[in-house]
C-alpha cells in the first residue's frame, strides 16, 4: 500500500483525542456508607459491566472514524499482490533523452541516438487513455520539449522523433531536477522517470547523489554495448600568441586515444581556410594521450581560420577543431631618442645590417650574438618591423599618421608639444611604448600621468645587489616566449638602478622585480595602448667624474638589458602586442555554450550580425544560409554578449562603426571531454539517482513490451471505500450512543416511580 497525499497520515494523531476526552470526563468512584444491599450491588455490578463495554466500543468507533478519514484523505492505493489491485492504474511518465554528442557514437548495431529514440518511443506507446508524459532532451543543460505533462502522447512520440544529437557535453543532474519538478505536480497513482543514456562517466562528475523529490519510480535504461574506442582532438596550441607574416611557428596539436586498445595509425590533416596544408600520421597506445607539432607560415596578415581533422572512427563529431589567428603585418616603428640605432637595430637586424655599420662599444654589441633563451625564430621578427629614427625635438613637430607605434627611449623629459603629440597619437588607437630610467625628469612625466601614462613617477631607486624581474604574467604576450626557460634564471638582465612608480588606477602591473617595484606597467584607454618600462636603455654619463678618468669611471649603468639575450625578443615581442591589442582582432576560441563577450566601444548602442561560417575564411561562404544569422545588440558600454554558440565552427562578427566596417572571426569547438566513453556502473548510477539497483529498474537496451510495464503500473485507490466505511460507522456509533441515552431515560423514570410509591 501507498499513499499519494502521505502528509495527511499526520490526521491519525486526532484519533486520541477521544480517548483523551474519556479519560478527562471519567467518574472517580465514590464510597457512600449504606445499609446492606448485598442483591442489589451484584446487580449493579453486572450492569455497570455491561455499559463500560458499550462505552468502550463507542469510543474504538468514534477513534476509527477519524483515523479512516485521515487515511481517507491521504489517498491510499493498493498495488501488486492483491486481488482487489488488478485494474491498471493511470501513469504519468517522463523521458530523459541524453543527446550529447556522445550519443552519436556508432555500435555495430546502430547509432547510440536512434536506439535511445526507439527506446523512448516504446515507453510512449505502453502508455493508455488517461496517461500523461513529458520529454527532456538531456545535455549539458536541460532542453524540455513539454514544460508540463500532456496527454497529448502523439505530440510527445513526434517530438522524439524530430529530436538530433546536439553538439553539447553531458551533465546528468539538471535534466533529472527538472523531470522530479514536473513528475512533483502529477496527482496521479504512479509517476515514472525514465533515463536513457549511454552513461558516459564524466555526466556524473562534480555531483553527488540526488533526491527523489516525486517519489517517482526511476529506471535507467543505457544503450552503450560492449567496449568504446573512439580518439579526438583535445586541444590546439600555437607556440606564440604573436604571429607575424612570413614568420614560422608551430601548432601543436594534442589527440588522445580513448580506448583500451592500441591505435595502429591514424592521421592529422591541417586545412587552412578550406585548403588542405598538411597531414602527419601517429599511433598511439592504450588510453594516451600524444602532442604533435606542425609548422606553417603566413604571408597575409589579418585574422586567419582554419581546422585539423582525424582519420574518421566511429564518433566523428570530435574529430574536427577549428581556431581563429590573429596575423600581425608590415609594422612602422618611430624610435624617439638620442641614442636609437641600437635600438633599431633590435628592431630590425636585417634591414639595419645593409646600412652602414654603427660604431658599438664590444659590450653593447654583443647582444645580437648572444643565444638568445627565448623563441629563436624571433630573431626574424625584424623582417616585418620597419624602424625610424628620430630626436626628441624632431618629435614635436613630426607628422605621425604613417607609423604604428612609438618607442621613447631614455627621452630626458616629454616637453608639452610632445605630449599633445602623443596624446593625437593615442587617441587614433596606436601605441607608445617607454623605457625610462633615473635619468628621468620625473615632473615632465608626471604631467601626463592622468592623461595616457600608466604611473607617477617617484624618486631614483638603487640596488645593491642588483635586481632581477621575479614575478610576471607568464601567459603575457610579451613573455610567453620565455615559457620553456623562464624570464627569472641566471641570466636574466641585472637591473641596478630604478624609478619609484604609482601605477594609476586604470593600469595594470604586468612584471615586477625581486622587491615588488613595478618594471612593466600597461594602461589601455580605448584601443591606445602604453606600455612603460621601469628601466633605461642606455648607458649615463658621470659628470662628476674626473677630466683624468677612464671610460668606467665615468660611465654609469643602469642595467644590462641592452647587452643581454633577453632584450631582442621581448622588444620585439612589445612591439607586435600592442600592435594586436589596437587592431582588437578577435581571436576568442571558446566551446559550445559558452558566452561569446568582446567590446566595441566605437559602436556602444548598435548592433553587431554574428554569422556561421561553414569552415573557411573565403568569398564562398557569403551564401550561407540565414538559419545561421543573428543580430546581436551592443550594450551602451560597448560590451558585445553572444550566446547562441551551439555548433562548432567559425563565427564571424560585423560591426558598423561611423568610419567603417569591421569585421572579426572566433572558433568555436566541442567540449572534449565529451569524447571519454567510459560509463559509469549502472549500480552506482542507480544508487545516486534514486533508482532501485534491481532488475526491474535498470532495465536493458533491450525492446520493451507492453505488458512487462503494465504489470508495473496495476494499483487501485481505496479513498472512496474508506469514506463509505466511515459513514457506516458514523451511523453504528450514533445508533449506539443513542440507545444508551434512551435506555439511561427509562431507568430513570421507573426509579422516580418507585420511589414515590
Not at 305 to 310: A, C, E, R
Not at 587 to 614: M, N, Q, V
Not at 737 to 756: F, I, K, V
Request: glycine share 6%.
Amino acid at each position: 500500500m501507498a499513499f499519494l497525499n502521505p502528509l495527511f497520515l499526520f490526521g491519525l494523531l486526532a484519533a486520541g483525542i477521544p480517548l483523551i476526552i474519556h479519560l478527562w470526563n471519567r467518574r472517580r468512584v465514590v464510597t457512600i456508607d449504606f445499609s446492606s444491599l448485598m442483591f442489589l450491588m451484584a446487580a449493579h455490578r453486572e450492569n455497570a459491566r455491561r455499559f463500560q463495554l458499550k462505552h468502550l466500543l463507542i469510543l474504538l468507533l468514534r477513534m476509527a472514524i477519524i483515523a479512516l478519514i485521515a487515511f481517507a484523505l491521504a489517498r491510499p492505493f493498493l498495488t501488486l499482490g492483491l486481488p482487489v489491485a488488478s485494474v491498471r492504474a493511470k501513469t504519468d511518465v517522463v523521458i530523459v533523452l541524453d543527446n550529447s554528442y556522445s550519443m552519436a557514437y556508432q555500435d555495430v548495431d546502430g547509432i547510440r541516438f536512434e536506439k535511445g529514440k526507439a527506446l523512448a518511443t516504446d515507453i510512449l506507446e505502453t502508455l493508455r487513455h488517461g496517461d500523461s508524459a513529458s520529454l527532456i532532451l538531456m545535455s549539458d543543460v536541460p532542453n524540455p520539449v513539454f514544460q508540463q505533462l500532456t496527454p497529448d502522447i502523439g505530440s510527445v512520440v513526434a517530438a522524439i522523433n524530430a529530436a538530433e544529437v546536439s553538439y553539447r557535453a553531458t551533465n546528468v543532474q539538471p535534466s533529472l531536477e527538472l523531470a522530479h519538478e514536473i513528475l512533483a505536480a502529477s496527482e496521479q497513482l504512479n509517476r515514472e522517470l525514465y533515463l536513457i543514456s549511454d552513461f558516459a562517466k564524466n555526466g556524473w562528475e562534480d555531483w553527488d547523489r540526488l533526491l527523489n523529490r516525486s517519489g517517482a519510480r526511476v529506471s535507467l535504461i543505457p544503450v552503450a554495448e560492449g567496449e568504446s574506442h573512439n580518439t579526438n582532438i583535445e586541444e590546439i596550441h600555437p607556440s606564440n600568441q604573436l604571429i607575424g607574416v612570413y614568420l614560422p611557428f608551430q601548432l601543436n596539436v594534442t589527440t588522445a586515444n580513448h580506448s583500451v586498445a592500441p591505435l595502429a595509425r591514424s592521421i592529422i590533416t591541417l586545412f587552412i581556410g578550406s585548403e588542405k596544408q598538411k597531414t602527419v600520421s601517429f599511433s598511439a597506445a592504450a588510453n594516451e594521450s600524444l602532442n604533435t607539432s606542425l609548422t606553417y607560415n603566413f604571408s597575409t596578415p589579418g585574422t586567419h581560420t582554419g581546422y585539423f581533422t582525424l582519420t574518421s572512427d566511429r564518433l566523428n563529431i570530435d574529430n574536427r577543431r577549428y581556431f581563429a589567428l590573429d596575423v600581425i603585418g608590415e609594422v612602422r616603428v618611430l624610435c624617439v631618442g638620442e641614442q636609437t640605432e641600437y635600438l633599431a637595430l633590435a628592431l630590425n637586424p636585417h634591414e639595419n645590417s645593409r646600412q652602414p655599420s654603427v660604431s658599438v662599444s664590444n659590450q653593447q654589441g654583443d647582444f645580437l650574438n648572444a643565444s638568445p633563451t627565448a623563441d629563436s625564430r624571433l630573431l626574424t621578427a625584424g623582417t616585418m618591423i620597419l624602424p625610424t629614427q628620430c630626436t626628441p625635438n624632431q618629435f614635436e613637430s613630426l607628422p605621425l599618421e604613417d607609423y604604428d607605434v612609438i618607442i621613447l627611449a631614455d627621452v630626458a623629459g616629454i616637453t608639452r608639444q610632445a605630449g599633445a603629440q602623443l596624446q593625437a597619437f593615442l587617441r587614433q588607437g596606436k601605441s607608445a611604448i617607454a623605457f625610462v630610467g633615473s635619468g628621468s625628469e620625473v615632473a615632465s612625466y608626471n604631467r601626463f600621468s592622468d592623461a595616457f601614462l600608466p604611473a607617477e613617477f617617484g624618486g631614483t631607486r638603487r640596488w645593491t645587489p642588483p635586481q632581477q624581474v621575479r614575478t610576471y604574467q607568464a601567459t603575457h604576450p610579451i613573455f610567453d616566449v620565455f615559457r620553456n626557460e623562464g624570464f627569472s634564471t641566471q641570466y636574466a638582465p641585472q637591473f641596478y638602478r630604478g624609478l619609484v612608480l604609482r601605477p594609476t588606477p586604470e593600469s595594470k602591473v604586468i612584471a615586477r622585480f625581486g622587491d615588488d617595484t613595478p618594471f612593466l606597467i600597461e594602461r589601455r584607454d580605448g584601443t591606445g595602448t602604453v606600455l612603460l618600462y621601469n628601466c633605461g636603455l642606455f648607458v649615463q654619463q658621470n659628470s662628476t667624474a674626473n677630466a683624468g678618468a677612464g671610460p668606467s669611471s665615468a660611465t654609469t649603468y643602469t642595467n644590462d638589458l641592452l647587452v643581454n639575450p633577453y632584450f631582442l625578443p621581448i622588444l620585439q615581442q612589445s612591439v607586435l602586442y600592442t600592435v594586436a591589442a589596437n587592431n582588437n582582432r578577435v581571436t576568442w576560441g571558446g566551446h559550445i555554450g559558452d558566452t561569446y563577450t568582446a567590446r566595441y566601444p566605437r559602436s556602444a548602442g548598435g548592433k553587431a550580425t554574428i554569422e556561421l561560417k561553414t569552415d573557411t575564411d573565403t568569398a564562398e561562404d557569403d551564401d550561407s544560409d540565414t538559419d545561421n544569422i543573428s543580430v546581436v545588440p551592443i550594450a551602451e558600454d560597448g560590451t558585445l554578449q553572444f550566446r547562441g554558440t551551439e555548433r562548432p565552427g567559425i563565427y564571424q562578427i560585423e560591426v558598423q562603426t561611423r568610419d567603417r566596417r569591421q569585421r572579426d572571426l572566433f572558433a568555436v569547438n566541442v567540449d572534449a571531454r565529451e569524447a571519454d566513453l567510459v560509463q559509469i556502473p549502472l549500480r552506482q548510477a542507480a544508487a545516486r539517482v534514486g533508482a532501485q539497483a534491481g532488475t526491474d529498474e535498470v532495465a536493458e537496451g533491450t525492446t520493451i513490451t507492453a505488458d512487462a510495464y503494465n504489470m508495473k503500473r496495476h494499483g487501485r485507490e481505496i479513498w472512496g471505500e474508506l469514506l463509505l466505511l466511515t459513514v457506516c460507522l458514523m451511523l453504528f456509533e450514533s445508533y449506539l450512543s443513542n440507545r444508551g441515552t434512551h435506555s439511561a431515560m427509562g431507568t430513570d423514570e421507573n426509579a422516580l416511580t418507585a420511589g414515590d410509591v
